[in-house]
Structure formats: C-alpha cells, structure tokens
C-alpha cells in the first residue's frame, strides 16, 4: 500500500492540535467568564445608581414592560454566567475508578468529549449575554423615551 507522505505534516499538526485544545478552548472560557460578569457588574451599578426615579410617571402597563425586559436581562445574564462558568470549570465531581471497567470507559468518553462541549457552553454563554445586553438596552430605552403620565 502507497501512502502519501505529504500528509505527514498535516497529520502531525493535527495530532498537536487535538493534545492542547482542551486546554485552549478552557483558557478561552475563562477569559469570556471573567469579561461577561465585569460586564453584568457595570450595568447592575448603572442600574442602582439611576434606578430610584426611572420609572416615575410610567404609567402601570408601562412599568410592567419594563419589568419584563429586565427580568429578561437578569435570566439570561444569570444564564451566560452559569454556563460560561460550566465551560472554564465544568461541574466539580469526585470520580472513582476502582468499582468496574464501565466506570472506566464512561470517564474515557466524558475526557474525549470535553472540548466539544466546553465549546458548546461558550458558545450557549456568549449567546445568552447577547441576548441579555439587548433586553438591558431595550429597557433602557423604554425608560428612557415611555410617555411620562402626569
């Protein structure tokens, strides 16, 4: 059988590639955790410090809209920052090897599989913060440009 040795390269690219992704797609994780909750930090301050008058001479429909856009903005912030969180550190668990070889080869499966569902995570936690940046923007803007009733 002929092979073609000019894969070698590729293959062997490929080989270290697949040793340290697990690691990168981890470091990445971490870093997108760290930006998403400073991000939620800045608009919750935001929000404290102007909300006290926001929503004087709402009237009552009005107040509610708003509410349901922030209650959208806290869900799925809340859900950026869990699973981002899942994706840096996955759930903490102790695993023990030593009942039987099942054990064994699901802990194998679990290993092999991380890279793909730590990306999976990221990509769930960069959506949902997207998600909850424009529910915080469209209620800010509501606040903002609502009719006052006087």
Not at 16 to 23: M, N
Not at 113 to 135: D, K
Request: proline content about 1%.
């Amino acid at each position: 059988m002929q092979r073609d040795l000019g894969m070698l390269p590729a293959a062997s690219a490929l080989a270290d590639s697949l040793e340290t992704q697990d690691a990168r797609v981890q470091k990445t994780a971490e870093k997108w955790l760290g930006g998403i909750t400073a991000l939620f930090g800045l608009f919750s301050l935001t929000g404290v410090a102007t909300g006290k008058d926001a929503l004087l001479g709402l009237s009552q429909g009005h107040r509610w809209l708003v509410a349901t856009f922030m209650l959208t903005a806290v869900g799925t912030a809340v859900y950026a920052i869990v699973m981002g969180y899942l994706a840096a550190y996955d759930w903490v668990r102790l695993i023990r090897l030593d009942q039987n070889d099942g054990q064994l080869i699901r802990f194998e499966q679990n290993k092999s599989g991380y890279a793909a569902r730590t990306a999976g995570r990221l990509q769930h936690a960069v959506y949902a913060a997207l998600g909850a940046l424009s529910a915080i923007t469209v209620m800010m803007l509501l606040v903002w440009f609502l009719p006052r009733v006087a």
